[in-house]
C-alpha cells in the first residue's frame, strides 16, 4: 500500500482545522458576492446603452440637414441616442440604489 500526502479536497484531511476551512469558506462567499455584483445583468445592460448611447448622441450632434430631411426633420439618431442614454443611466442607477444582496449560507439549497 502507498502512503500518499492527504489532499486538501479530500474528506478526512488531518492537516486542517475547521478554522482553516472556516477561513476557506468565508472567502470563497466573499468571492461569490463579488462575481454576482460583478455580472450582475444591469451593470451590463446599463452599460452597453451608456455607450451607444454616447456614440448614437454624437452621430446626431453631427448629422447633416440632408440626414434630417430624410427623417422628415426629426433629428432620428439624437433623440434615439438621448434615449439609450437615459435608459443606461437609469440602469446603472438602479444598480446602485439596490444593490445584489450576497448570499447567505442559508440560500444555498445545493445539498
Known amino acids: ?7 486538501p ?23 461569490s458576492a463579488t462575481a454576482a455584483r460583478l455580472f450582475d445583468i444591469r451593470r451590463i445592460i ?3 446603452f451608456v455607450v451607444y448611447g454616447i456614440i448614437v448622441t454624437i452621430a446626431g450632434i453631427a448629422a447633416s440637414d440632408a440626414d434630417i430631411d ?6 432620428i439618431n439624437l433623440w434615439t441616442g438621448l434615449g439609450m442614454l437615459a435608459l443606461g443611466l437609469f440602469f446603472l442607477a438602479w444598480l446602485w440604489l439596490r444593490p445584489v444582496a450576497p448570499p447567505t449560507p442559508a440560500d444555498d439549497t445545493t445539498e
Open 1 to 7: 500500500m502507498s502512503t500518499t500526502p492527504d489532499h
Open 9 to 31: 479536497d479530500r474528506p478526512g484531511n488531518s492537516g486542517r482545522t475547521e478554522h482553516d476551512v472556516q477561513r476557506e469558506v468565508t472567502e470563497l462567499q466573499g468571492e
Open 46 to 48: 446599463g452599460g452597453l
Open 70 to 75: 430624410k427623417a422628415e426633420g426629426v433629428n
